[in-house]
């Protein structure tokens, strides 16, 4: 290490030990600590990067007890191990201390709605009992680093509300037991690999606003357990995958605000769960499926900004659900809703039909496969 390093390291050091308000040695010295040393020199190390004085709550931090400090859960005969750490919404400002990555039996650590900024650290990656990761809602940066796909254990991974950069779905696909994954409003740029297909146990994955581009792949459709799906606002080309009605799970999907283009998959009418469906301000042609029809549970309809075409299938009629029906700016023709569903369309409270354009094309040479993109 060079001496520029070994001095800007010694200064940060040094104003931590200056700011510091617990004491590591003092506090995890006591004779009765119920915690073993490091895992100790750990939380305070937190407390003091992170100005814990001025935490909304930092109720008996420093005591011999580490269970009782607010938002500690320490398990086990002393010394005990720290199992859950929950300080989301305390006021914690400054960044995530490496040494974190110590508590090797943390099963749950939610720092979420802080001030915590710079990256996270790859230390975390050790953390291999983890099963639940919450950092949303701060000013993160930098990538996310690439040792978290260890975290084998892990169930629910919430990054959203950051600034982060780089990828993070490579990172991520290796993780069999995700069920959970929110990463929006950050600043990815990168295509969804087939590999997301691996994530078996994914039940709600919401990338809002993240620089996704390219195709949705169709190993998406392989997603057996997903139900709610939300991709708007970002960079996506192409045709949605023609199998998307094999999801037999999907409740919601929402892809609205990027450039999807092609006719509306016939399979998803298959989706009998299907209750809200957002793929307005996209590029989509064609008539809406006869199939759609059988989605009876449907209560949001978003598909206007398009250039679709015909009219609304018959068997919308039946659903008696529907609260949100938006079709504005395509190009059907007709009154849009066939006269025998009239009434069925007059009676939901919040609906838009008009004003519909006028399309010269009267024939579109694209015939998805029964999975092709």
């Given at each position: ?176 037991a995700l069920t959970d994954l929110w990463v929006d409003n950050n600043k990815f740029i990168e295509a969804i690999p087939e590999s997301i297909g691996l994530l078996q146990s994914l039940e709600y994955f919401s990338a809002m606003n993240v620089g996704f581009y390219g195709r949705i792949p169709t190993g998406i459709t392989s997603l057996e357990k997903l139900e709610h799906l939300f991709l708007n606002n970002n960079e996506l080309t192409g045709k949605m995958p023609g199998c998307m009605g094999q999801m037999a ?125």
């Open positions: 290490m060079n001496c520029l390093k070994r001095s800007l390291l010694f200064l940060v050091f040094s104003v931590n030990v200056v700011q510091a308000s617990l004491d590591a040695s003092a506090v995890c010295s006591q004779a009765n600590m119920s915690v073993e040393f490091g895992e100790c020199w750990s939380l305070v190390n937190l407390y003091n990067i992170t100005d814990g004085d001025n935490w909304f709550d930092n109720s008996n931090w420093g005591t011999a007890n580490v269970d009782s400090w607010y938002g500690v859960t320490a398990v086990g005969i002393p010394p005990a191990n720290v199992w859950f750490l929950n300080l989301s919404s305390n006021n914690l400002n400054g960044i995530i201390p490496n040494n974190l990555g110590e508590l090797s039996q943390l099963i749950i650590l939610n720092l979420s709605d802080n001030d915590l900024y710079s990256y996270i650290p790859p230390e975390f990656g050790n953390l291999s009992e983890l099963e639940i990761l919450v950092l949303g809602d701060n000013h993160l940066d930098g990538q996310v680093p690439n040792s978290l796909a260890n975290l084998s254990k892990l169930e629910v991974l919430q990054l959203q509300n950051n600034q982060l950069t780089g990828t993070i779905m490579n990172t991520v696909t290796g993780m069999g799970a999907l409740k919601q999907i929402d892809l609205s605000h990027n450039q999807l283009s092609g006719r509306l998959p016939e399979s998803m009418g298959e989706l009998s769960e299907f209750n809200f469906i957002t793929l307005n301000h996209n590029d989509f042609f064609g008539p809406i499926p006869d199939s759609w029809g059988q989605m009876t549970l449907l209560q949001g309809f978003y598909l206007n900004n398009n250039r679709l075409t015909g009219m609304v299938p018959l068997g919308f009629g039946d659903m008696s659900l529907m609260n949100q029906f938006y079709l504005s700016g395509n190009d059907m023709t007709g009154g849009v809703i066939p006269d025998d569903i009239l009434s069925w369309y007059q009676q939901i409270p919040n609906k838009d039909i008009s004003p519909q354009g006028f399309t010269d094309e009267i024939f579109y040479a694209d015939f998805d496969g029964v999975c092709s993109l």
